[in-house]
């Protein structure tokens, strides 16, 4: 049972980051942690983190979402922890995956106040509404963690909590209530059957319920004849996307993320540095891109040890990018100045993002093993096309206008809008979180299936 647990650890270390491009909602570690309601076990329980990665997957729908944790320094050496849970505490910390800061307080606000990133709660936290307003005036900001069903959903803030019968089949977004058609045959997910059309400006439009998008432009439509060598390339991606369009049943909006307050833009514009030289969040060896700085007395500081971090330049830009298979969000990864990222079936080097878990055999055979190369040229992400059966460019200045397609045969693409990358029919890159109507056959997998204890609590 220790190794599977250990294996559970480390698929939820996967999920876990302090890059703020990368991350998708912060959270307060121990808060959770300590929140016996989820499961009725031990007073304070490192999987419980498990069941959050796993709320924010539903929530997004998202099977790679990623989360941003704090934690209090003295929680690291708590003596109600295993040893084991203290161990990959540790390890997670050097490793800058979560954040350790000596008083936690307002922190995990502070992150997503700067950022801009949903903030997951237990309990409300009325009293940081001084510093931030947004607490109070936009309640969808704040995501409360709810027990339900022997694990957790995520509730926006000023809803009612979501039904807990299992029968009322009802998707709570907003101030609106929808009814959704009974799945066939029922999940015990009601949150399976969401369809979301994540929107990431955190505009406070209303909430719009776009029935089935089933006209997608017929194939004939597009500008782009075939190429030479490849007659059947343009005719293979759009025919069957616009079968994939036709499964979407309804499309709704859902906040995922705001615009960063004024100083959160302008401290994630500058690249800082910690005068501690090993330090994981600032320091000089982070492999990852950085966190925010907490302002303390109006001056930008290390949240780990405190003193002032110096501003060495300007942050090299960054870019999220989801792949997208079949519809659901699967792994989420970043492209960088500094580093390029090449994608295809099987890449040659590991730091390079290989989509071949999620291919069928069709999907295999024509994904190249290095298929594209994503890169950032002036600001923009660029895709350049390394493959033999090229790459298609869905085009959208906005996330409601029409799709224009435009085939990419060795030769790149400065990516713009909503512009998304197909390598094959249902196997999409798209930036940020600029995902369009989904629907999801089949839930995000949990986090937490190798671990037997919570497996078995989950099903009563
Ligand atoms: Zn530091």
Redesign the pocket.
């Known amino acids: 049972m220790r190794f599977e647990v250990s294996r559970v650890m480390d698929t939820i270390e996967q999920r876990l980051t302090t890059d703020v491009t990368l991350a998708q909602a912060v959270v307060d570690l121990a808060e959770v942690a300590r929140f016996v309601a989820l499961d009725g076990g031990r007073p304070i329980n490192l999987l419980r983190l498990g069941m959050v990665v796993d709320a924010l997957s539903r929530y997004l729908i998202d099977a790679g979402a990623m989360l941003y944790p704090v934690v209090g320094r003295e929680v690291l050496s708590e003596a109600a922890l295993t040893s084991k849970e203290r161990m990959v505490l540790g390890r997670w910390a050097d490793d800058g995956l979560i954040e350790v800061t000596p008083v936690v307080a307002d922190r995990p606000v502070e992150i997503a106040d700067f950022t801009g990133l949903p903030l997951i709660v237990v309990r409300d936290v009325p009293q940081f509404a001084t510093r931030f307003p947004w607490l109070v005036e936009s309640p969808e900001r704040v995501l409360r963690l709810v027990p339900r069903a022997g694990g957790a959903v995520l509730t926006p803030g000023g809803e009612p909590p979501p039904p807990n019968d299992g029968k009322e089949r009802l998707v709570v977004v907003g101030k609106a209530t929808l009814p959704i058609i009974p799945p066939d045959p029922p999940t015990a997910a009601a949150e399976a059957e969401e369809v979301v059309d994540t929107e990431p400006t955190g505009e406070t439009e209303p909430e719009t319920e776009v029935e089935a998008k089933v006209e997608a432009e017929p194939v004939e439509k597009s500008e782009e004849a075939p190429k030479g060598g490849q007659p059947d390339g343009l005719q293979s991606f759009t025919a069957r996307g616009a079968q994939r369009f036709g499964r979407t049943r309804v499309v709704r909006r859902r906040f995922t993320r705001a615009e960063p307050s004024g100083v959160g833009a302008a401290l994630m514009a500058r690249e800082w540095r ?3 030289p090993d ?5 000089r060896f982070r492999r990852i891109g950085q966190p925010v700085p907490r302002m303390r007395a109006g001056v930008p500081a ?6 002032a ?1 110096k501003d060495v330049g300007p942050r090299p830009a960054a870019f999220a990018v989801a792949i997208v298979v079949e519809d659901l969000a699967r792994r989420r990864f970043v492209v960088s100045q500094d580093h390029p990222i090449v994608v295809g079936r099987e890449p040659a080097d590991p730091e390079d993002v290989s989509v071949g878990a999620w291919l069928h055999e069709a999907a295999a055979a024509w994904i190249a093993k290095e298929h594209i190369k994503l890169a950032i040229d002036d600001g923009k992400l660029v895709v350049t096309d390394t493959s033999d059966n090229g790459t298609l460019i869905w085009k959208r200045s906005t996330p409601d206008i029409k799709e224009e397609t435009e085939r990419l045969y060795r030769k790149s693409y400065r990516l713009d809008g909503w512009d998304s990358v197909e390598l094959y029919t249902g196997v999409e890159l798209v930036v940020g979180d600029h995902r369009l109507q989904t629907i999801v056959g089949s839930e995000p997998a949990s986090v937490l299936l190798d671990a037997p204890t919570v497996a078995l609590r989950l099903v009563d």
């Open positions: 910690c005068g501690e330090c994981p969040a600032f320091g290390c949240p780990r040890h405190g003193e971090v």
